[in-house]
Nanobody, 124 residues
């Protein structure tokens, strides 16, 4: 079992930056590939970014490529999402997720554990 707790959300102006953190419980964090997803009101949850167990492989949705960076610190059981050049359309609840595999994934059903989410609101 892995418990995930996101933090770092809030209100930010368009063009600004924000860093989300996701702290994982347990000693098996390095065993999990991690992902970030988001869900805007009235929309389905969508993939944002993913990182492999080692942190060597990353993959991004086209909508955030070049603006967002996913990273992890296995010694701290934490994964991050650095978000730059934020746009109003980035407004959503952001979720981190853990996948019991070495490889990255982009589909929600490929992840085993989810956090409760943190709200990010980008004002224009």
């Amino acid at each position: 079992q892995v418990q995930l707790v996101e933090s770092g959300g809030g209100l930010v102006q368009a063009g600004g930056s924000q860093r989300l953190s996701c702290a994982a419980s347990g000693r098996t964090f390095p065993s999990y590939a991690m992902g970030w997803f988001r869900q805007a009101p009235g929309k389905e949850r969508e993939f944002v970014a993913t990182i492999s167990r080692s942190g060597v492989m990353t993959y991004y949705a086209d909508s955030v490529k070049g603006r967002f960076t996913i990273s992890r610190e296995n010694a701290k059981n934490t994964v991050y999402l650095q978000m730059n050049s934020l746009k109003p359309e980035d407004t959503a609840v952001y979720f981190c997720a853990a996948r019991n595999s070495f490889s990255t994934a982009t589909m929600t059903h490929e992840y085993n554990y989810w956090g409760q989410g943190t709200q990010v609101t980008v004002s224009s």
